[in-house]
């Protein structure tokens, strides 16, 4: 079992950054699959990026609409994983969640792909 924490969400202007923190409990943390999701109201939960475990080389991948801009890392030691978001554009307003999947297999970019979510921290990009 692994229980997820967000914190760092908060109120930007357009152009700022923030930086997001997952703090995970459990020892296998290394071993998951981590990822970032956000729903803004009346949309869809959407994927924004991902790390693969430590065992797979912790590869990054990212949706289109962030790449260039946002960068997801993990810190074992701190079993932590952060979304640095730099140049953030009102658009970027959603709740973020942090989410962690347990498979081998790659989870992808689909929320139903994940068995393990956080509550959440709100982003408010002003323009």
């Known amino acids: 079992q692994v229980q997820l924490v967000e914190s760092g969400g908060g109120l930007v202007q357009a152009g700022g950054s923030l930086r997001l923190s997952c703090a995970a409990s459990?020892?296998?943390?290394?071993?998951?699959?981590m990822a970032w999701f956000r729903q803004a109201p009346g949309k869809e939960r959407e994927f924004v990026a991902r790390?693969?475990?430590?065992?797979?080389?912790?590869?990054?991948y990212y949706a289109d609409s962030v790449k260039g801009r946002f960068t997801i890392s993990r810190d074992s030691a701190k079993n932590t994983v952060y979304l640095q978001m730099n140049s953030l554009k009102p658009e970027d307003t959603a709740v973020y969640y942090c989410?962690?999947?347990?498979?081998?297999?790659?989870?992808?970019?689909?929320?139903?792909?994940?068995?393990?979510w956080g509550q959440g921290t709100q982003v408010t990009v002003s323009s």
């Open positions: 989410a962690g999947a347990g498979t081998i297999a790659p989870p992808g970019d689909v929320a139903s792909g994940y068995d393990y």
């Open positions: 459990g020892r296998a943390f290394s071993n998951y699959h």
């Open positions: 790390a693969s475990p430590v065992w797979s080389n912790s590869r990054t």
